[in-house]
């Protein structure tokens, strides 16, 4: 108990080094925004077009940070449930063991397949979680129920005194305010010709404003 205890401890730990990542990815993002336009400024738009590049990098770096982040804390929820209730199977102990290494490493690649045994292990040896979930009333899962997401980011956005047009949990798309589309429109054609670079993890478009 002791030994898994410690490795718990890494996973949640390896969470938060993947948030703050994300959150260095968005200062180097912010730099390079700010180098596109003083390039701009400057009329070099080789430059600009090269801070530019930059910044896309940055910014999906950051998400994809922040995506793993979820994911890696996600599991370890369920791990500590499996801890608790002292019903971690053989084969998940043995991924836990192994996985100190790659959390260190901080390579997203890596750390996504470790998530991937993780997750492959809980399908296929059940730690039987659902019955205490169902009798506290707290279900620790490694998915998140949409509607509510979407709740809340409106939520936010009411309180923020900002317009939030998201696709609804129904299925019914709603556009995005004309400044968004205006700012992809300039985006789309300020990077049109921008080569494209290999992301470890997969996302999400999403929107960046200058």
């Known amino acids: 108990l002791t030994s898994h205890t410690g490795h718990l ?12 990542n994300s959150k260095k990815c968005d ?7 700010a180098k596109v336009k003083q390039a701009i400024q400057k009329g070099n738009i080789e430059a600009a077009r090269i801070h530019a590049e930059n910044a896309i990098r940055q910014k999906h770096q950051s998400i994809n940070f922040l995506r793993m982040s979820a994911r890696v804390d996600a599991v370890a929820s369920r791990v500590q449930t499996a801890v608790t209730m002292n019903q971690l ?9 192994s996985m100190d290494a790659t959390l260190k490493s901080m390579n997203l ?5 470790l998530m991937a045994k993780f ?9 039987q979680t659902a019955q205490m979930e169902d009798t506290m009333g707290n279900c620790t899962t490694l998915t998140t129920p949409q509607n509510e997401v979407e709740t809340l980011l409106h939520e936010m956005a009411d309180e923020a005194g900002l317009d939030l ?11 995005l305010p ?7 429109r300039v ?12 992301i470890a993890i997969s996302v999400r478009q999403s929107h960046w404003y200058s």
């Open 9 to 20: 401890f890494n996973l949640k730990f390896a969470a938060k080094e993947l948030q703050r």
């Open 89 to 97: 199977s053989k084969s998940i102990s043995e991924v836990v063991k």
């Open 27 to 33: 200062k180097e993002e912010k730099a390079e925004k």
């Open 165 to 175: 047009n998201l696709e609804l949990p129904s299925g019914q798309p709603s556009s």
């Open 109 to 113: 690649e890596k750390i996504s397949e």
């Open 187 to 198: 985006t789309h054609q300020l990077f049109i010709t921008m080569p494209l670079y290999p």
């Open 178 to 184: 004309s400044s968004a589309a205006s700012a992809e």
């Open 119 to 127: 997750e492959s292990q809980f399908e296929t040896h059940d730690v």
